[in-house]
């Protein structure tokens, strides 16, 4: 059963890091792409960054360019594997829910961070970043 699980939420001060989790189960990742996405209160959800299948390839939103790094984990046969969203120098304005979903790409091989392309979706996990 395909699966995403989100992890690694809480409170951060300003400038402080985090790194948030998304276990990825029931799919073979060369595959899918794993995107991150987040929802502020009040606002619409948006894509931070994703992670393509073979190859890798990667994109991250302006908001988090140079702050921010996607990475996986695929174990050897490829049942269970994990996506980590690492972002430094956090600011308040990164308050959010946090969300992974996978796009099954059909074909593509660059990921996008367009959510309609995404058709499963984790519980996602919240960030607040106060002092």
């Known amino acids: 059963q395909l699966q995403l699980v989100e992890s690694g939420g809480g409170l951060v001060q300003p400038g402080g890091s985090l790194r948030l989790s998304c276990v990825v189960s029931?799919?073979?990742?060369?595959?899918?792409?794993i995107g991150w996405f987040r929802q502020a209160p009040g606002k619409e959800r948006e894509g931070v960054s994703c992670?393509?299948?073979?190859?890798?390839?990667?994109?991250?939103?302006?908001s988090v360019k140079g702050r921010a790094t996607i990475s996986r984990t695929i174990s050897r046969d490829n049942a269970v594997n994990t996506v980590y969203l690492q972002v430094n120098s956090l600011e308040p304005e990164d308050t959010a829910d946090y969300f992974c979903?996978?796009?099954?790409?059909?074909?593509?091989?660059?990921?996008?961070?367009?959510?309609?392309?995404?058709?499963?979706w984790g519980q996602g996990t919240q960030v607040t970043v106060s002092s």
């Open positions: 992670i393509s299948g073979v190859g890798g390839s990667t994109d991250y939103a302006d």
């Open positions: 979903a996978a796009d099954p790409l059909d074909g593509q091989t660059m990921c996008v961070l367009t959510q309609d392309e995404y058709n499963k």
């Open positions: 029931g799919f073979n990742l060369d595959w899918y792409a």
